[in-house]
């Protein structure tokens, strides 16, 4: 059986590493050992915060709401509970793109959220 020489390919497989590695701090970035594993935790780290990024901007938008809301002399919670009862259906990225930039088109959704509100608030619920 003839011999089979592997550096070739192992050569390739650490410079694939340590090419993704670049940019890394001490020996992570020229190590093969430390860059592998680092390169395998920074992975779960992008993995893991792709989906923290999606809270993290809710969180924020929530917050751009409620500042506006609170402008207007309304909570959030009711002002979310308003455009529910009024079947405006508007996500929470655009209302608070509106509530930064555009605060009079953002003040007439509080407006009609109270009103509302106010209407539901007559009739019992069934």
């Given amino acids: ?12 497989r650490h410079k694939k590493v340590l090419e993704k590695a670049k940019g890394y701090w001490g020996g992570k970035r020229n190590l093969f050992k430390t860059a592998h594993e680092q390169m395998l935790k920074s ?42 009862q009024a079947g405006i259906q508007l996500d929470r990225k655009v209302m608070a793109e509106m509530a930064a930039q555009d605060p009079n088109s953002f003040n007439q959704l509080v407006a009609l959220a109270a009103s509302a509100l106010k209407s539901g608030e007559a009739t019992p619920a069934a």
């Fill in 1 to 12: 059986m003839p011999r089979v020489k592997r550096g070739l390919m192992t050569h390739k």
């Fill in 43 to 84: 992975g779960n780290y992008a993995y893991r915060d792709r989906r923290n990024r999606k809270r993290d901007f809710r969180r924020l938008w929530i917050t751009r709401i409620s500042a506006g809301c609170r402008a207007q002399g309304m909570q959030y919670c009711r002002f979310i509970a308003g455009l529910t």
